[in-house]
């Protein structure tokens, strides 16, 4: 549903952007998106790199220890962010003035420095063009929805009609409108449902799959290594 991607923006984060190419640097680097300012995107990996530590004394765990030591060291760095989050907001807004200088220097710098004389409206211009063609010339088009966007659409609609089911008084005189909410409701809560439970049994016949193959596998393996030995 174009309506539901139009209400977000897709970037690729900072650390990863440079490993693609230069089309989706261009119209997907954040730096180049309007309203990410300086996030990098970069937050889940910043929480991997704190759970690394946990590595070495929850592998010989039992799951249930290794969650419960797992969910403490998430409420931690959770609180820990918390409490170092005004600091951290002063620091970016810093970076942030300071970013916006040396930028408005640079750009002077570069319109001195020209032969012909450019104007912000001008640069503004060629910075859309190029995205403008870009956009054209990369993505796909009339591409099919996957499964996960038509879950996602049907995840929006529920919650809108959840929305505006809670608008309506039990005792409301527009009672049909609500039967038809709660029966179109209730068909995509079904659908969702279906839907869960196909990728379920496809996530699991695959895996079976992988397991059949492996032991296969090994099952050769372990042929030709006795047939050696009897050699």
Same mark, same amino acid.
């Given at each position: 549903r174009d309506d539901l991607l139009e209400k977000y923006s897709f970037a690729v984060p900072v650390f990863h952007a440079y490993g693609h190419t230069a089309e989706c640097q261009i119209l997907r680097n954040p730096r180049n998106i309007p309203g990410f300012g300086?996030?990098?995107g970069e937050v889940v990996?910043?929480?991997?790199?704190?759970l690394r530590r946990?590595? *070495?004394? %929850?592998?010989e765990m039992r799951p249930a220890h290794r969650v419960d030591v797992l969910s403490d060291a998430l409420q931690h760095y959770a609180r820990k962010t918390s409490e170092n989050i005004g600091r951290l907001l002063c620091r970016r807004m810093q970076r942030?003035?300071?970013s916006h200088r040396e930028a408005v220097l640079n750009l002077q710098i570069l319109k001195q420095e020209s032969p012909e004389p450019i104007t912000g409206k001008e640069i503004e211009t060629w910075a859309n063009e190029e995205k403008e063609h870009l956009s054209h010339q990369s993505l796909p088009k009339d591409t099919p929805p996957t499964w996960q966007e038509d879950y996602i659409c049907h995840l929006d609609t *529920?919650? %809108?009609i959840r929305n505006a089911l809670q608008s309506y008084n039990p005792g409301s005189a527009?009672?049909?409108n609500m039967r038809v909410l709660i029966s179109n409701l209730e068909k995509i809560e079904l659908t969702l449902q279906t839907t869960a439970r196909s990728q379920r049994t496809s996530f699991y016949t695959a895996r079976s799959q992988r397991t059949s193959f492996y032991t296969a596998r090994s099952q050769r393996t372990s042929f030709y290594t006795a047939r050696s030995q009897r050699t």
């Open positions: 300086l996030s990098d990996e910043r929480l991997w790199s704190y946990f590595a *070495a004394m %929850t592998k942030a003035a300071g *529920a919650s %809108t527009d009672s049909v």
